[in-house]
């Protein structure tokens, strides 16, 4: 059974940096797809980033493109999402997702995803 376990939440100001890191572990195909998404209190989950099997490829939601990176490295099966200037509105629990193991393009929707990690908060205090 394929695992994924998200790491390097914490508590930041406004206008500083984070790095998550998205681990996946049980031998995983491949060929997945990894996307993180995140969800307020009170509000749906929605959508942050996503990256395709090799690296390639990558796609952000609006609110976060220009200030986050999302990169792999398939050796290490983690993922990381870089997360600069951080706004208070990026406060969120973020979660790490799998597709499944014969998908190469990138995936924007969360039932497209087969493996979740248990999340990790990021407070942005202003």
């Known amino acids: 059974q394929v695992q994924v376990t998200e790491s390097g939440g914490g508590l930041v100001q406004a206008g500083e940096s984070l790095t998550l890191s998205c681990t996946a572990s049980g031998r995983p195909s491949a060929t997945y797809a990894v996307g993180w998404f995140r969800q307020a209190p009170g509000k749906e989950r929605e959508f942050v980033a996503s990256?395709?099997?090799?690296?390639?490829?990558?796609t952000y939601a609006r609110s976060v493109k220009g200030r986050f990176t999302i990169n792999r490295d398939n050796e290490r099966s983690t993922v990381y999402l870089q997360m600069d200037v951080l706004k208070p509105e990026d406060t969120a629990v973020y979660y790490c997702a799998l597709s499944r193991g014969d998908w190469e393009g990138v995936l924007t929707a969360d039932y497209e995803y087969n493996f979740w990690g248990r999340g990790t908060q990021v407070t942005v205090s202003s």
């Open positions: 990256i395709n099997w090799n690296g390639a490829e990558t």
